[in-house]
């Protein structure tokens, strides 16, 4: 059984930076797809960013258009985890942030096409 677990939420002021992680033990990520989502105070979780497996598309990713430009979703096979790196932070970044991860090497913006969630860690953005 896969586990996922997230670290590096914290505190930030509107503008800065952080990364946040996500370390999967019990099972590889390198063959899987792999997602972050995000849910804020009172709306519905939506998607962030995915990459895929190395077998799809040469683990190629994809970005919601609120955080194009700003975030990157990256992999470190060796340490087997997936990282969300997020700068020019803004207010309505605030949220708590999942990481996901497929049983394919197809990663969907969809929640629906992952099987292992993260517990979230929290994310604030001062303004």
């Known amino acids: 059984q896969v586990q996922l677990v997230e670290s590096g939420g914290g505190l930030v002021q509107a503008g800065g930076s952080l990364r946040v992680s996500c370390a999967a033990s019990g099972g590889t990520i390198r063959s899987r797809g792999a997602a972050w989502f995000r849910q804020a105070p009172g709306k519905e979780r939506e998607f962030v960013a995915t990459?895929?497996?190395?077998?799809?598309?040469?683990?190629?990713?994809s970005y919601a258009d609120s955080v194009k430009g700003r975030f990157t979703i990256s992999r470190d096979n060796a340490k087997n985890t997936v990282y969300l790196q997020m700068n020019s932070l803004k207010s309505e970044d605030t949220a708590v942030y999942y990481c996901?991860?497929?049983?394919?090497?197809?990663?969907?913006?969809?929640?629906?096409?992952?099987?292992?969630w993260g517990q979230g860690t929290q994310v604030t953005v001062s303004s």
């Open positions: 990459i895929n497996g190395d077998a799809w598309i040469l683990g190629s990713t």
């Open positions: 996901a991860l497929s049983e394919s090497p197809y990663a969907s913006s969809s929640e629906r096409g992952y099987y292992y």
